[in-house]
T-cell receptor
Framework: QKEVEQDPGPLSVPEGAIVSLNCTYS??????FMWYRQYSRKGPELLMY????GNKEDGRFTAQVDKSSKYISLFIRDSQPSDSATYLCAMSIETSGSRLTFGEGTQLTVNP | GAGVSQTPSNKVTEKGKYVELRCDPI?????LYWYRQSLGQGPEFLIYFQGTGAADDSGLPNDRFFAVRPEGSVSTLKIQRTERGDSAVYLC???????????????FGQGTRLTVV
């Protein structure tokens, strides 16, 4: 069993839709949770970073962490065609000097 | 440059050959990571450097893989006797590497796409 599970999609939505992306994990030692966005043939770029359980909002993006259920989510409001990319959840045990464990990524397409 | 730079962008090599992949991290970043990303998968950790030393090399798949960072800046990932299964995108990332609660965001390069034929 993988340490981090993520539905690979693909996910296709109309412009303006609310998108929900999710990951589950099995390692209770994970303390730091991140969402990365990766455009085709580019490296991942950090979107959201959270530490504790609860919600964190940044513009149209909301990251949610439920440590008791070992479940994290990313919500995208008012989705735009420019949001079309692969979204990767990632987790680590420590804030620095610690490997990131990634999900396999969800491919999202937002149709105009 | 402002970001993490990886060269070459693409590398095609024959099975059994030796390859070197280079990573130039963001200036001043002490932490450097190598990941491997196969098609349709998330990046998979290979090795982490703090300064010149490999602090964690537990992700290297076998002894054909080796990485160095002799002066604590540029790093080279070396693969001997390449196999077709080594074909993937090799990603490098760097971060400030400071401890505590500070968000030590890892910035990724665009990757080197390695194809072994």
């Amino acid at each position: 069993q993988k340490e981090v599970e993520q539905d690979p999609g693909p996910l296709s939505v109309p412009e303006g839709a609310i998108v929900s992306l999710n990951c589950t994990y099995s390692n209770s030692a994970f303390q730091y949770f991140m969402w990365y966005r990766q455009y085709s043939r580019k490296g991942p770029e950090l979107l959201m970073y959270t530490y504790s359980s609860g919600n964190k909002e940044d513009g149209r993006f909301t990251a949610q962490v439920d440590k008791s259920s070992k479940y994290i989510s990313l919500f995208i409001r008012d989705s735009q065609p420019s949001d079309s990319a692969t979204y990767l959840c990632a987790m680590s045990i420590e804030t620095s000097g610690s490997r990131l464990t990634f999900g396999e990524g969800t491919q999202l397409t937002v149709n105009p | 440059g402002a970001g993490v730079s990886q060269t070459p962008s693409n590398k095609v090599t024959e099975k059994g050959k030796y390859v070197e992949l280079r990573c130039d991290p963001i200036s001043g970043h002490t932490a450097l990571y190598w990941y491997r990303q196969s098609l349709g998968q998330g990046p998979e950790f290979l090795i982490y450097f703090q300064g010149t030393g490999a602090a964690d090399d537990s992700g290297l798949p076998n002894d054909r893989f080796f990485a160095v960072r002799p002066e604590g800046s540029v790093s080279t990932l070396k693969i001997q006797r390449t196999e077709r299964g080594d074909s993937a995108v090799y990603l490098c990332a760097s971060s400030r590497g400071t401890g505590g609660e500070v968000n030590t965001e890892a910035f990724f390069g665009q990757g080197t796409r390695l194809t072994v034929v």
